[in-house]
């Protein structure tokens, strides 16, 4: 095969990820060939992934999950040779990943296990991180073609184990965001501005480039899939799995799991995982806030003009929001849970509404008959 046709690279996957990374290597100058289950009217799409193999020595692999990994490297392997360099981007189970191998190295072929974190922004921009193990042979051949889609090369041991670091740091982001929204729905639930506790969460030491990210994007209601939901519950399912073969209790990553399930049964999978918070602020979104904000402004008109004295410590019973529905700790994909209609939900949200307004007008007459002239301002 001739020098040129060397270079060529092959993707297979033309999900968010395979796409960020095809348009950049392109942008770089790399003759890039594709592959996709489902048709795709680009450029350079070949009929199979063994054709794929035929045109390209470096395959980078951005399929879902542990099936499609391990099918396609068997629809790879009839024509790997030596010159191949295979490298699979899936998060998948460890096992999945060495089972992968092994279909590959046979023929002589290289195998690079390269699961990275970084989003569709990411992608596109070449800043992703690659989690690598292979051998050295392997991790030198494959270096100059990982380096085109990232910004660090983290270099993690055998095989199936950058998979599980992973699956770690999944287990973190997961978490973190769920409890962001969890946090974002007491803050609601109290009255204070949604942006406040973004301010007081910039000088905050839990803060992340993953909150800064995500939590405006909750408050808006703002859920176009960077990493959707459906492939976080995957990875979630995957940790669970890994830590009852461990003997390990994963709390708190059960939970995350379990809201990731609510979101799925619903028909939300493939949102973005930050879709969670849809639970704890049905309401919310730019054109929701808008029209809080005038009920707000009505009422101060129709209270008239007065300074509201200063009031006594509320009780636990003021301060508690709406409660909660009930959750199914060990609800899972196919479980039915009744999902609330949409024309439900927005009799809820009004009759919400109605009520703030309805009590700070009670409250506004009430503190009108009270004041005396030393508490007017």
């Given amino acids: 095969m001739s020098g040129p046709m060397r270079k060529n690279i092959g993707i297979i996957g033309l999900g968010i990820i395979g796409r960020g990374v095809t348009a950049n290597l392109r942008q770089k100058g790399f003759h890039v060939f594709v592959w996709n289950r489902t048709p795709r009217p680009v450029p350079n799409f070949v009929g199979s992934p063994a054709e794929l193999a035929e045109m390209c020595d470096y395959l980078q692999i951005f399929v879902s999950d542990d099936d499609a990994l391990v099918k396609t490297v068997h629809q790879l392997s009839g024509t790997l040779a030596p010159r191949h360099v295979v490298i699979a981007h ?3 189970a460890p096992n999945s990943m060495r089972s992968a191998a092994k279909i590959v190295e046979p023929r002589g072929a290289h195998f690079v296990e390269a699961p990275f974190t970084g989003s569709k922004t990411a992608a596109e921009k070449g800043e992703l991180v690659y ?9 030198q051949k494959a270096r100059p073609i990982l380096e085109a889609s990232s910004k660090e090369i983290i270099e993690i041991g ?3 184990q950058a998979t599980a670091i992973k699956i770690a740091t999944n287990m973190i982001t997961a978490a973190s965001v769920q409890a962001a929204a969890e946090a974002l729905g007491i803050v609601r639930a109290l009255g204070l501005p949604l942006e406040k506790f973004l ?3 910039r000088g905050n030491a839990s803060h992340s480039a993953t909150l800064a990210m995500k939590m ?3 408050i808006d209601s703002d859920f176009q899939p960077h990493f959707s939901i459906k492939h976080m519950l995957k990875d979630m399912q995957i940790a669970n799995q890994l830590g009852l073969s461990h003997d ?3 709390g708190v990553t059960a939970a995350a799991r379990d809201r990731l399930v609510e979101q799925v049964q619903q028909g939300h999978g493939e949102d ?18 808008e029209e809080v904000e005038s009920g707000t402004q009505n009422v101060e008109a129709h209270a008239g003009e007065f300074v509201l004295a200063p009031q006594p410590v509320a009780s636990s019973a003021d301060l508690k929001g709406p409660k909660p529905q009930q959750e199914n ?9 009744m999902a609330t209609s949409p024309s439900e939900k927005a009799e809820e949200g009004t009759q919400s509404r109605h009520g703030i307004l309805s009590r700070l007008l009670r409250r506004g007459k009430q503190l009108l008959k009270r004041t005396t002239p030393s508490e007017e301002a």
Avoid: Q
């Fill in 248 to 250: 390990l209790e994963l």
């Fill in 90 to 92: 899936s998060t998948v």
């Fill in 199 to 201: 301010e007081a969460m």
């Fill in 158 to 160: 055998k095989l199936g």
């Fill in 216 to 218: 405006p994007k909750m």
């Fill in 272 to 289: 973005d995982y930050s879709a969670v918070a849809r639970k704890y602020l049905p309401d919310s979104g730019p054109a929701a806030r």
């Fill in 131 to 139: 989690y690598v193990a292979g051998t050295d042979a392997a991790l």
């Fill in 329 to 337: 700790g060990n609800a899972a994909i196919g479980e039915g849970t």
